[in-house]
């Protein structure tokens, strides 16, 4: 071990930490990459088979294609 690491460990290792974030996340005002929304970005939807190493056959899209604001 380098003397730089373990004078880091001695300094942070076992100690209580500052966390400057914690104030803002604790009154909700935290800012999170799902908050950010930028001009054109598109959500997505995954949908899973309640089946297990069940093999897919068809998709059928019509439904999703004729709701509105769906981009294909």
């Given at each position: ?5 373990a ?17 803002r ?39 999703a ?8």
């Amino acid at each position: 071990m380098s003397g730089d690491t373990a004078e880091i460990e001695r300094r942070f290792v076992g100690k209580p930490l500052h966390r400057r974030e914690d104030a803002r996340l604790l009154q909700g005002k935290g800012r999170f990459v799902d908050d950010l929304a930028p001009p054109g970005a598109l959500w997505c939807a995954f949908v899973r088979s309640p089946h297990a190493h069940a093999r897919i056959v068809r998709i059928d899209t019509t439904a999703a294609r004729a709701a509105p604001a769906v981009v294909v």
